[in-house]
């Protein structure tokens, strides 16, 4: 007997039965990585077909933002779809990118604190929902693991009316652990 139960009993509490949906992930997988907007476009992930798919091609988005500013902002403008980027998301994105260009690496399998985040071959991001992840009509939560974090950070995607998941939020820019090479304590 649990340390609980007699007051659960007492109050007429019946233990809550845990949610009967499966839980999927999703690797995407690329064995090379596009440099331009061009070749983000054409990346088949980029028919926004799935929440999964345009949750991963968030973080290739911010991989860009270190090496070319613009390139990465018109990534983001493309998968947020009708709704671009503001001064504010700009904003935003330049103060979380402040000496921390290896955040969103992060997010790729194998980029970890001891390898200064660098991810393995093929370029591996996997994304996987919650029994929780579609609770509001047209919007997806979905998670991402980072090597350097503790707990999943999350993208909320939004289905419009042309079949398509586009970026809503994106969670992705929170503090992790430093790589090892900027540590001085490591």
């Known amino acids: ?8 009993k ?3 509490v019946q233990p809550a039965s845990p949610p009967q949906q499966s ?3 999703v690797e995407v997988v690329w064995n090379e990585l596009p440099e331009n907007l061009e070749g ?10 799935t929440p999964f798919d345009t949750a991963a091609l968030t973080v290739l988005a911010l991989c860009f933002y270190p090496q070319d500013k613009e390139l990465c902002c018109k990534m983001l403008d493309f ?4 709704r671009p980027l503001s001064a504010y998301d ?3 994105i330049r103060d979380r990118f402040m000496d921390k260009d290896y955040v969103p690496r992060s997010y790729f399998s ?3 604190p001891e390898n200064d985040y660098l991810p393995s071959q093929p370029y591996t991001i996997k994304v996987f929902e919650n029994p929780y992840s579609y609770a509001e009509q047209n919007i997806a939560k979905l998670f991402i693991t980072s090597g350097g974090a503790d707990s999943p950070r999350y993208v ?3 289905l419009a009316k042309d079949g398509r998941w586009y970026l809503w939020e994106q969670f992705l820019l929170a503090d992790i652990r430093q790589p090892e090479s900027a540590d001085p304590w490591a």
């Open 40 to 49: 983000f476009m054409a990346l088949p992930q980029a028919q926004l077909s």
């Open 110 to 112: 194998g980029a970890v």
């Open 10 to 12: 007492a109050a007429g």
């Open 23 to 25: 839980c999927k992930t």
């Open 79 to 82: 998968l947020r779809g009708p």
């Open 156 to 158: 909320q995607l939004r």
């Open 90 to 92: 700009k904003q935003f």
């Open 1 to 8: 007997m649990g340390l609980f139960d007699n007051l659960k």
